[in-house]
């Protein structure tokens, strides 16, 4: 019985690996680097002629060394930004372009040179990667309205040519040609009677020499029936470039390593002239959906993704778009790849977390000596009830915390005290305290940005020594009733125009703040709002500082700006009447903490330095030269009331 090829052809689907391409597409680093468009990009599908499950997709054209085990289409990906456009596309434009394309290799015989053309393809698809819901629809065209052919009989390739003796031969072929010759090839006998195989150009030659010849055609689709949508494109250049009215085909299905030609099958065609013949060529080809009628598939991998693979790319869509429409320029690599200490993991350092974790930051590490509280849970957003009652280390409780909420996060928490002027060291505790300076050490090695998030003015000296020390970025917040400050810290580089940090404004080293204070001031007392407001500022202050060339020492200026505004060196709020100020100040000499004198002696001496400075009152203010200071501003109040007694003796 005769078969009708070309009105009942199977067409091949990548839709096995569709998962694939957007995928990639969610994933992939250089996508996340690129503004969202429609333009086509280039792809390529594999597949071999003896293994379904082999087919794949995979962006980028081919590479030449590609294997002799592949056969390779090379497409393009079309991937609309909305919905609404893959719906209203013009998918007849789309298909008739593709058309137009496969006949112009055909009429100019490029085919010859590269067959491979005769198998290109589209993907048109829409990405909804908010709920991994794929839309695609793929195309292979094929032209409409050439002559048909039927096969006049069908037998095994094994009756029609020798397996032991040709098989070699193609796969020699195979491996000395490229990708482009694949999946069709000549084979024949020669002059001399001698099988051989030869490229598709050669076909001319063997039609004119009257070579008894068969074309092989690596099948894609392994329906028993019916050859596949490479072999139709075959046949349709044969007629149209060659003329040709009857040819011999081998569907070629076996492998690579196979010894005989079972599942391969030979073919002999004639052509028949079509009754729309006398329309122009058109093109079909659009895929059928799942319920058989011209329409895009649905792919939803929501239950197939490894949550935590969903969960990385889900937390990072935010600021993709953020990139991909708003801000070309974002450098969010360096975001992620900072590491951050955060000294406090209290009312701030809660805060902080969770804003630098929404900006990205995968690496936080926690510093607190104190346990969860039941006043904390209220203001302090990583901690539970649960955590009060099992009296829960702070720094910890956070970290772990932390990795519930995303769990690809690297973080720790450390249950050390930081060393305080003001607060002596008794000789019982110095190797623990010295333990703990030591590991805080370690930690500002290791970390590239540093939060000051303390309770106390006085724990937040020494970090301001170590950090402005190694170079660091340091951040600093604080909060009072109705009021908070955020702030960044200069860098020595910054010579002369170094800013100020938290204590370059005093005129007294930092002392005892808890001593001798009820119970109003030796807790956080503050508005709901501030803590809210300040470790939002702060992370934000931060993030824009990591956009400057500059870094920690880039500059305050009214025009020097980052991709995300303005670079302010400090930021005052005021709740009373919703106020903000924008300050700015250059670093102090006789600076407490920052000054070169004490950032000197505590490169020199390290733990001896500490040690001293904490138990001895007077050490700091005389060493920066603050007790001089204070000694000349003495001596001018005592000047100012004997000029005053005198001009009231005078009157």
Same mark, same amino acid.
């Given at each position: 019985?005769?078969?009708?090829?070309?009105?009942?052809?199977?067409?091949?689907?990548?839709?096995?690996?569709?998962?694939?391409?957007?995928?990639?597409?969610?994933?992939?680093?250089?996508? +996340?680097?690129?503004?969202?468009?429609? *333009?086509?990009?280039?792809?390529?599908?594999?597949?071999?002629?003896?293994?379904?499950?082999?087919?794949?997709?995979?962006?980028?054209?081919?590479?030449?060394?590609?294997?002799?085990?592949?056969?390779?289409?090379?497409?393009?990906?079309?991937?609309?930004?909305?919905?609404?456009?893959? &719906?209203?596309?013009?998918?007849?434009?789309?298909?008739?372009?593709?058309?137009?394309?496969?006949?112009?290799?055909?009429? /100019?015989?490029?085919?010859?040179?590269?067959?491979?053309?005769?198998?290109?393809?589209?993907?048109?698809?829409?990405?909804?990667?908010? *709920?991994?819901?794929?839309?695609?629809?793929?195309?292979?065209?094929?032209?409409?309205?050439?002559?048909?052919?039927?096969?006049?009989?069908?037998?095994?390739?094994?009756?029609?040519?020798? *397996?032991?003796?040709?098989?070699?031969?193609?796969?020699?072929?195979?491996?000395?040609?490229?990708?482009?010759?694949?999946?069709?090839?000549?084979?024949?006998?020669?002059?001399?009677?001698?099988?051989?195989?030869?490229?598709?150009?050669?076909?001319?030659?063997?039609?004119?020499?009257?070579?008894?010849?068969?074309?092989?055609?690596?099948?894609?689709?392994?329906?028993?029936?019916?050859?596949?949508?490479?072999?139709?494109?075959?046949?349709?250049?044969?007629?149209?470039?060659?003329?040709?009215?009857?040819?011999?085909?081998?569907?070629?299905?076996?492998?690579?390593?196979?010894?005989?030609?079972?599942?391969?099958?030979?073919?002999?065609?004639? *052509?028949?002239?079509?009754?729309?013949?006398?329309?122009?060529?058109?093109?079909?080809?659009?895929?059928?959906?799942?319920?058989?009628?011209?329409?895009?598939?649905?792919?939803?991998?929501?239950?197939?993704?490894?949550?935590?693979?969903?969960?990385?790319?889900?937390?990072?869509?935010?600021?993709?778009? /953020?990139?991909?429409?708003?801000?070309?320029?974002?450098?969010?690599?360096?975001?992620?790849?900072?590491?951050?200490?955060?000294? $406090?993991?209290?009312?701030?350092?809660?805060?902080?977390?969770?804003?630098? &974790?929404?900006?990205?930051?995968?690496?936080?590490?926690?510093?607190?000596?104190?346990?969860?509280?039941?006043?904390?849970?209220?203001?302090?957003?990583?901690?539970?009830?649960?955590?009060?009652?099992?009296?829960?280390?702070?720094?910890?409780?956070?970290?772990?915390?932390?990795? +519930?909420?995303?769990?690809? /996060?690297?973080?720790?928490?450390h249950s050390i005290s930081i060393p305080m002027l003001g607060h002596p060291i008794y000789e019982s505790d110095i190797e623990k305290?010295?333990?703990?300076?030591?590991?805080?050490?370690? @930690?500002?090695?290791?970390?590239?940005?540093?939060?000051?998030?303390?309770?106390?003015?006085?724990?937040?000296?020494?970090?301001?020594?170590?950090?402005?020390?190694?170079?660091?970025?340091?951040?600093?917040?604080?909060?009072?009733?109705?009021?908070?400050?955020?702030?960044?810290?200069?860098?020595?580089?910054?010579?002369?125009?170094?800013? $100020?940090?938290?204590?370059?404004?005093?005129?007294?080293?930092?002392?005892?703040?808890?001593?001798?204070?009820?119970?109003?001031?030796?807790?956080?007392?503050?508005?709901?709002?501030?803590?809210?407001?300040?470790?939002?500022?702060?992370?934000?202050?931060?993030?824009?500082?990591?956009?400057?060339?500059?870094?920690?020492?880039?500059?305050?200026?009214?025009? +020097?700006?980052?991709?995300?505004?303005?670079?302010?060196?400090?930021?005052?709020?005021?709740?009373?009447?919703?106020?903000? @100020?924008?300050?700015?100040?250059?670093?102090?000499?006789?600076?407490?903490?920052?000054?070169?004198?004490?950032?000197?002696?505590?490169?020199?001496?390290?733990?001896?330095? &500490?040690?001293?400075?904490?138990?001895?009152?007077?050490?700091?203010?005389?060493?920066?030269?603050?007790?001089?200071?204070?000694?000349?501003?003495?001596?001018?109040?005592? /000047?100012? +009331?004997?000029?005053?007694?005198?001009?009231?003796?005078?009157?």
């Amino acid at each position: 019985m005769e078969t009708l090829i070309g009105r009942t052809l199977q067409f091949q689907s990548f839709h096995s690996s569709v998962d694939a391409i957007f995928w990639h597409q969610l994933s992939n680093h250089k996508v +996340e680097q690129q503004k969202l468009d429609a *333009s086509p990009v280039a792809i390529h599908g594999r597949f071999n002629a003896y293994s379904r499950s082999a087919i794949s997709i995979v962006f980028g054209k081919a590479s030449e060394n590609s294997t002799i085990k592949e056969c390779i289409a090379e497409g393009t990906l079309i991937n609309a930004n909305t919905q609404q456009e893959f &719906v209203e596309a013009d998918v007849k434009k789309l298909r008739e372009s593709m058309g137009k394309k496969l006949l112009e290799s055909i009429e /100019m015989d490029t085919v010859a040179e590269k067959p491979n053309e005769l198998i290109q393809f589209l993907l048109f698809s829409y990405a909804d990667i908010k *709920s991994y819901r794929y839309h695609y629809w793929c195309l292979f065209p094929s032209l409409k309205n050439t002559p048909f052919w039927i096969v006049k009989s069908s037998h095994p390739a094994e009756s029609v040519i020798p *397996s032991n003796v040709v098989l070699p031969k193609i796969l020699d072929f195979l491996k000395t040609s490229d990708y482009t010759q694949r999946p069709f090839f000549i084979v024949t006998k020669d002059l001399k009677a001698q099988w051989v195989v030869l490229p598709l150009k050669e076909l001319p030659r063997c039609i004119s020499d009257k070579l008894d010849f068969f074309i092989f055609a690596e099948d894609s689709f392994q329906l028993q029936e019916y050859p596949s949508w490479p072999t139709r494109n075959l046949l349709a250049y044969l007629s149209i470039k060659h003329h040709l009215e009857k040819t011999k085909i081998i569907i070629f299905r076996d492998g690579i390593t196979s010894n005989n030609l079972s599942r391969s099958v030979f073919l002999d065609l004639v *052509s028949r002239k079509s009754q729309d013949s006398s329309k122009q060529l058109s093109t079909v080809g659009w895929e059928r959906n799942g319920m058989g009628q011209l329409g895009p598939k649905v792919v939803n991998l929501s239950s197939l993704i490894d949550p935590v693979l969903l969960s990385e790319s889900a937390s990072m869509l935010n600021l993709s778009l /953020m990139r991909w429409r708003l801000v070309p320029q974002l450098d969010l690599g360096i975001i992620q790849s900072t590491k951050c200490l955060l000294l $406090g993991a209290g009312t701030l350092g809660c805060g902080v977390a969770r804003n630098l &974790v929404s900006w990205g930051v995968r690496h936080i590490t926690f510093v607190d000596y104190s346990n969860v509280a039941y006043s904390n849970p209220v203001r302090q957003s990583l901690f539970t009830f649960e955590d009060c009652k099992k009296k829960q280390p702070k720094a910890q409780c956070a970290a772990s915390r932390l990795k +519930e909420i995303y769990p690809k /996060m690297f973080t720790e928490g450390h249950s050390i005290s930081i060393p305080m002027l003001g607060h002596p060291i008794y000789e019982s505790d110095i190797e623990k305290t010295k333990r703990d300076y030591q590991k805080l050490e370690t @930690l500002f090695s290791s970390h590239d940005a540093i939060f000051l998030l303390t309770d106390t003015r006085e724990s937040r000296w020494l970090p301001t020594v170590m950090a402005t020390s190694m170079n660091k970025i340091l951040i600093n917040s604080a909060l009072g009733f109705d009021s908070w400050v955020v702030m960044r810290h200069g860098s020595l580089s910054q010579g002369e125009n170094r800013l $100020g940090c938290y204590f370059c404004n005093d005129v007294f080293a930092p002392s005892n703040s808890v001593v001798d204070r009820t119970l109003d001031q030796t807790c956080t007392v503050t508005r709901a709002g501030c803590t809210n407001i300040a470790t939002a500022i702060a992370v934000e202050l931060f993030v824009s500082l990591l956009q400057h060339p500059n870094g920690v020492a880039a500059p305050v200026s009214n025009t +020097e700006t980052t991709v995300l505004g303005e670079l302010p060196h400090q930021i005052r709020g005021f709740l009373h009447d919703f106020s903000l @100020l924008k300050i700015s100040g250059k670093a102090y000499q006789q600076c407490s903490a920052c000054s070169e004198y004490v950032i000197s002696e505590w490169e020199k001496r390290k733990w001896d330095f &500490v040690l001293q400075a904490i138990n001895d009152c007077n050490y700091i203010e005389e060493l920066c030269g603050l007790r001089l200071v204070q000694q000349l501003g003495e001596s001018a109040g005592i /000047m100012e +009331e004997w000029d005053s007694d005198n001009e009231s003796l005078v009157t």
